[in-house]
C-alpha cells in the first residue's frame, strides 16, 4: 500500500495523515530509551482526537508514565495466557454441570471479590488483600460474618481449582476462613404462627403463601422447593422425590395430608411446581414472602422459609413422638450433629412424660392412702 502524505502540525513529533474518507489520523514521533518510535494516537472522529491531545499522549509516552502501543499490545497478550482469578472464576463456572449455589457465588464474586483480584494470578495474592476484603465486609458493608466465610471460601475453592487443573500455581498461603456459629434454630409461638396462617390467606401473590405452608408442613429447604417438579411427586405412594438436594443424593420424604391438600390445590402450569420466568426454574422469591413476614409481624431476623422448617422441626421434636433419627431422615440431614440442635426440645417433652407418669403415680398413691383412711376408720 502506498505511504500517505504527512502533515505536520504546530506540535513538534505530531502529524497526520487523511484517510480514504478524508479524516485525520494523528501519529506521534518521539525516542525512548534511545529507540526512535512512531505510533497512532488516534482518529480526528472515530477517537475525538486533536493534535494539542496526540502532543500530551506524546510527553507522557517520553515521561514513562503511559506504556507504547507495543507495549500495550504484548501487556494484553500476557494476560490473555495468564490465569487470573477471572479467568479462573469463569473456567471454574463453566466445568461445573451442576452448581446449586451459582447465582449466590456469582453475586458473592461480583460483589466482594472481583475489584481486588480479578487481573491478579493466585501467586500474586498476599494476605493483605485477603484482610482488606474481609474487613471491608465486615465494618464497611456491614455484613454478616456468614457472608465473609462463604466469600473467601468461594476465593479458595476457586484457586484451588486452577491449581488442581494444573492451569496456575499454588496460592501461597492459607486463607483463613472465619469460624460461624451457624446452628441457629428459630420458632413461633402460637399466636404468631395464627398472625402467619392469616397473612397467608390474604395475600395476593400465587406462590409466596404456598411455598411458605410447604416449608411448614414438610420441612423442605428453599432450594428443593424451586427445583421441585411435578414429576418428583407421588401422590399414590405419598412421597415427594428430593432431586439433588443439600447433600447431594436424592431423598425420599413423605407426604402427610396437609401437605396432599396444598399441592392438589396448585394449578400446574409448568413442569416445576413453583415455576420462574417462562416456566422456567425459579432463583428467588426473597421479597414476596417477606412481606408475609412483615404483614404477619414476626421478628425482623426470623428467615421467612428456612425458619419455617426450624418451626416444622421444632414441633415434632417438642411433640416427644418423633426419635431424632426419624428428624434426620425427615429434615435430610446428612450430619445428625445438625439434627442434634433439636435434642433440648425432645428432652423437654420426655421431661414433661415423666412428670405425667409422677402425677399419674402421685394421684394413685394418694387414693390408696385415702381408702386406707378410711377403712381405719
Known amino acids: ?35 526512535l518510535i512512531e505510533e497512532n494516537a488516534g482518529h480526528q472522529i472515530k477517537n475525538d482526537m486533536t493534535s494539542a491531545k496526540a502532543a500530551n499522549i506524546r510527553v507522557e509516552r517520553i515521561k514513562g508514565h503511559k506504556p ?7 501487556s494484553l497478550r500476557a494476560i490473555k495466557t495468564r ?40 501467586k500474586d495474592i498476599v494476605p493483605l488483600d485477603v484482610d482488606r476484603v474481609r474487613l471491608a465486609m465486615l465494618n464497611k458493608k456491614k455484613l454478616s460474618p456468614q457472608t465473609v466465610k462463604l466469600t473467601l471460601s468461594l476465593l479458595r475453592r476457586i484457586c484451588n481449582f486452577g491449581y488442581r487443573k494444573r492451569l496456575c500455581g499454588p496460592l501461597p498461603f ?28 390474604t395475600d395476593k401473590h400465587p406462590q ?16 428443593e422447593m424451586f427445583r421441585l417438579k411435578w414429576e418428583h411427586i407421588d401422590f399414590k405412594k405419598g412421597f415427594i422425590n428430593l432431586v439433588n438436594p443439600k447433600g447431594g443424593k436424592d431423598q425420599q420424604i413423605p407426604m402427610n395430608d ?31 414472602v417477606n412481606e408475609i413476614k412483615d404483614a404477619a409481624d414476626l421478628p425482623k431476623d426470623f428467615r421467612a422459609l428456612h425458619g419455617l422448617r426450624h418451626v416444622y422441626a421444632s414441633m415434632l421434636a417438642s411433640s416427644g413422638q418423633v426419635d431424632l433419627l426419624t428428624l434426620q431422615r425427615l429434615l435430610t440431614h446428612k450430619d445428625p450433629k445438625m439434627t442434634m440442635r433439636y435434642a433440648h426440645l425432645r428432652d423437654e417433652a420426655l421431661k414433661r412424660g415423666a412428670d405425667i407418669a409422677g402425677e399419674i403415680i402421685g394421684n394413685a398413691l394418694s387414693s390408696s392412702e385415702g381408702e386406707k383412711k378410711e377403712s381405719n376408720s
Open 208 to 223: 409466596a403463601g404456598n411455598m411458605m405452608l410447604l416449608a411448614l408442613y414438610t420441612g423442605m429447604r428453599r432450594g
Open 83 to 122: 490465569w487470573t482469578i477471572d479467568k479462573l472464576w469463569e473456567e471454574y463456572k463453566g466445568t461445573k454441570t451442576e452448581y446449586k449455589g451459582k447465582t449466590q457465588d456469582e453475586n458473592r464474586y461480583k460483589n466482594h471479590l472481583q475489584t481486588t483480584f480479578q487481573n491478579k494470578e493466585p
Open 258 to 288: 396437609a401437605t396432599r391438600q396444598l399441592l392438589k390445590s396448585i394449578e400446574e402450569t409448568s413442569e416445576h411446581v413453583f415455576p420462574g420466568r417462562k416456566g422456567k426454574q425459579r432463583v428467588e422469591i426473597h421479597r414476596a
Open 1 to 35: 500500500m502506498p505511504s500517505k502524505d504527512r502533515f505536520k502540525t504546530k506540535y513538534p513529533g505530531v502529524f497526520y495523515v487523511l484517510s480514504d474518507e478524508g479524516e485525520k489520523l494523528f501519529r506521534i514521533r518521539y525516542r525512548k530509551d534511545g529507540k
Open 174 to 201: 492459607s486463607i483463613e476462613i472465619p469460624k460461624v456459629n451457624n446452628l441457629k434454630t428459630e420458632d413461633l409461638t402460637t399466636e404468631q404462627l395464627t398472625a402467619l396462617l392469616k397473612a397467608i390467606e
Open 68 to 74: 507504547t502501543n507495543t507495549e500495550k499490545r504484548a
